[in-house]
Structure formats: structure tokens, C-alpha cells
């Protein structure tokens, strides 16, 4: 079985940096083809994705936001960990992980649940 | 970037009624490998999304038949036969083709 969790603050300030850790388990990121990537979604509104980190420790960021955020992986952790510098109370929103497979469904088949992050001073 | 337009944003259905969501992306989502990477997710109140359909008809695991997809280039759409009071939620089309992915704005279906 497939899972997702993410973890993290569930409060920073302005200014400060997040760090969100996804531990998953069910497959391996030194697969061929299997990708994590980051969504998230303010209170409300749609989802909007930023990150990608692939099989072959290859990254991918969302245009808007790639000055700001740092991707990574620990495959014996089976873990990915996102970055994002400088928040602010617009990165206020629900956090997600979730997997795809290049080559497979290519679609994001497996969600974590999310974390809230919510920030303020 | 490619940007993912649905309407409408707002669908009140009656149940055992058929639903419709239309997705239109701002270039084609035609892959240099041939294939259409559009999928469609569905988001119940308070739950993460969940993979409907992928590659724009294929029906992900455990979804009910009363959901198909249909569409080519830049034009796609979400069917429900005959909404059921579970369907409640918002819907997004997302698209796989180009990095960076993106979403459509969500259709919020609810029932009249």
C-alpha cells in the first residue's frame, strides 16, 4: 500500500524559512520513473503546484516561486523535503505531497493528507 | 506556462442527473511522445484530491463508472452519468505535459 504523510510547523513567521518533510512508503524514489512533488492550496482556493523531485534526483520548480524554494530527497528515508524561504501570510494554505509516475499513469495518484501552515507574526 | 481554464466554477446538479465540467488549456497538451497527460482530480469537503481519470479518459483505480473524460488537444471535458450525493466536491483538471503542472481554478459540484 501506498501512503504519504507530510509533517511540519503548523505556524511560522514572516520572514522565516519552512521546511516540510514527506515520508512515504509502498515504492522506492530510486525507481525508474517515480517522482514526489509539492501542492499546495490557500484556505479556499484552488491547488497550485511547486516542486518536483524525480528518480534521478532531477528538480523542478514552479516559475513563480523557484528563487524561493529548495527540493530534495533522502531515498534511504525514504523522504523528500521542501524548502521555501522568506514566507509570508500569503504562503498561508494546506501542504501537499504526492507521487507521480513518469511513464505510468502520469498523474498524481497518491495524495498525502496535508499539513496546514499558517503564517503570521 | 500553461494555463488550465474550467467552466463552469459552479455546477448545481440534481442527483441521478448527468454533470458536466469542461477544461480548456491555453496550448495544446499533445506530448512530443504522443501521448495527452490531462488528468482529473476530485476534492470532497475537508479530504486531500483524488485521481479520477488520467491521460484523459482512463479511469483510475476504484473510480466508479458513472465517470468518463473525453477530449483531445486543448478541449476536454468531466462526465458524471448520474450525480450521486458522494460526488459532492470540487473538481480540477490538471495537466502533466509541460513542467510546470497546473491546475485548473476547480468546479465546485453541488447538489440542488
Known amino acids: 500500500q501506498v501512503t504519504l504523510r507530510e509533517s511540519g510547523p503548523a505556524l511560522v513567521k514572516p520572514t522565516q524559512t519552512l521546511t516540510l518533510t514527506c515520508t512515504f512508503s509502498?515504492?522506492?524514489?530510486?525507481?525508474?520513473?517515480?517522482?514526489v512533488s509539492w501542492i499546495r492550496q490557500p484556505p479556499g482556493k484552488a491547488l497550485e503546484w511547486l516542486a518536483l523531485?524525480?528518480?534521478?534526483?532531477?528538480?523542478y520548480y514552479s516559475t513563480s516561486l523557484k528563487t524561493r524554494l529548495t527540493i530534495s530527497k533522502d531515498t534511504s528515508k525514504n523522504q523528500v523535503v521542501l524548502t521555501m524561504t522568506n514566507m509570508d501570510p500569503v504562503d498561508t494554505a494546506t501542504y501537499y505531497c504526492a507521487r507521480i509516475a513518469v511513464a505510468g499513469f502520469d498523474a498524481f495518484d497518491i495524495w498525502g493528507q496535508g499539513t496546514m501552515v499558517t503564517v503570521s507574526s | 506556462d500553461i494555463v488550465m481554464t474550467q467552466t463552469p466554477l459552479s455546477s448545481p446538479v440534481t442527483l441521478g442527473q448527468p454533470a458536466s465540467i469542461s477544461c480548456r488549456s491555453s496550448q495544446s497538451l499533445v506530448h512530443s511522445d504522443g501521448n495527452t497527460y490531462l488528468s482529473w482530480l476530485q476534492q470532497r469537503p475537508g479530504q486531500p484530491p483524488r485521481l479520477l481519470i488520467y491521460k484523459i479518459s482512463n479511469r483510475f483505480s476504484g473510480v466508479p463508472d458513472r465517470f468518463s473524460g473525453s477530449g483531445a488537444g486543448t478541449d476536454f471535458t468531466l462526465k458524471i452519468s448520474r450525480v450521486e450525493a458522494e460526488d459532492v466536491g470540487v473538481y480540477y483538471c490538471m495537466q502533466a505535459t509541460q513542467l510546470m503542472y497546473t491546475f485548473g481554478q476547480g468546479t465546485k459540484l453541488e447538489i440542488k
Open positions: 523531485i524525480d528518480w534521478d534526483d532531477d528538480k
Open positions: 509502498g515504492f522506492s524514489l530510486s525507481t525508474s520513473g517515480m517522482c
